[in-house]
């Protein structure tokens, strides 16, 4: 075989014959009869490059140009999302953020959640004593329900009831003196500032939180005014105090009926009224009294058009 001649590749390409083998027992061919061709068992060797990969092409769009934009569409192993399903996605997202945000504000209230610790152990207080004091007057008007209906007494009894709450009104308005069990509040300046009207008032309200039945305060001039529903406190000058239009001046006590123990824990709560002076150099002396007087009367209202009707 000449040198120029080339053998098959398969590949497309000519291939130099290799230059023949030495002779000798080395070159001698496998006398087996299935032996395979030596030159079969070195691979070809081959300068072609190698071949491109080519991708697979998408599907053909359609003639008519009618594609659907819904459907999403594969491209480079992606999925191209459309404008609907985005939308769609956006608007649960806005739908949830609402529901949280809605479920996150009715939790909470806004005004307890501000308060301070003081101030919720005195809701706290005010809230059981009122449950006290309801609890009594259902006991009490269910007792009187039943004299009521007892046959014969009821008359009697009738009133009687009517009696005692007319004069438990009387001393409401303040137009009846009252004795009983209570306490003396005493409410002294310190440090050169003078106990305002605002702390007064605030004393008057824990008390009749706290199931007050009667009050009065009174200055060290000893002028005396009956504390009712419509009593209003005034800053005066030089330290006084206007009631109810009454010039009074300090120190001021207010003698009050009702359930010591109960009327003693309401001003002496965290952020009460005894700290709250306490904290403006004042001083508040609270005394228990077996017998209080309530003894100062308001005068009553004149009347122009309303008139009792017997």
Known sequence: MSSDEHTETGTGW??????????????????????????????????????????????????????????????GGRWRVSSATM??????????FTLVEQLRTTSVDP??????????????????AREDRLRQDIATLEDSQRQLRSGQMGLQA??????????????????????????????EAGGGKPISATRVLDAVQELRGAGAEAMQISGGDRATVRIIASTFFLDGENGSLIVDGRRLTGPYTITVIGDPATMRTALNIPGGVVATVVGDDGTVIVKDR?????????????????????
């Open 158 to 187: 009738a009133l009687e009831e009517a009696t005692r709450r007319a004069d438990e009104l009387e001393i409401l308005a303040g137009t009846l003196p009252a004795t009983g069990p209570g306490l003396s509040v005493r409410f």
């Open 87 to 96: 939308m769609i996605a956006v608007l649960l997202g806005l739908l949830g």
């Open 14 to 75: 000519p291939q130099p014959v290799e230059p023949g083998r030495p002779s000798g027992p080395v070159a001698d061919p496998d006398p087996r009869p299935d032996a395979p061709d030596p030159d079969e068992l070195s691979p070809p060797a081959t300068d072609s490059p190698a071949p491109h990969s080519v991708e697979p092409a998408g599907p053909p769009a359609p003639a008519d140009g009618s594609g659907s934009a819904e459907a999403p569409v594969v491209s």
């Open 290 to 310: 077996g017998v209080a007087e309530v003894s100062a009367l308001h005068a009553p209202i004149k009347l122009e058009h309303a008139r009792p009707v017997s």
């Open 111 to 128: 005004t307890t959640s501000a308060a301070r610790q003081e101030d919720l152990v005195r809701i706290l207080y005010d809230l059981n």
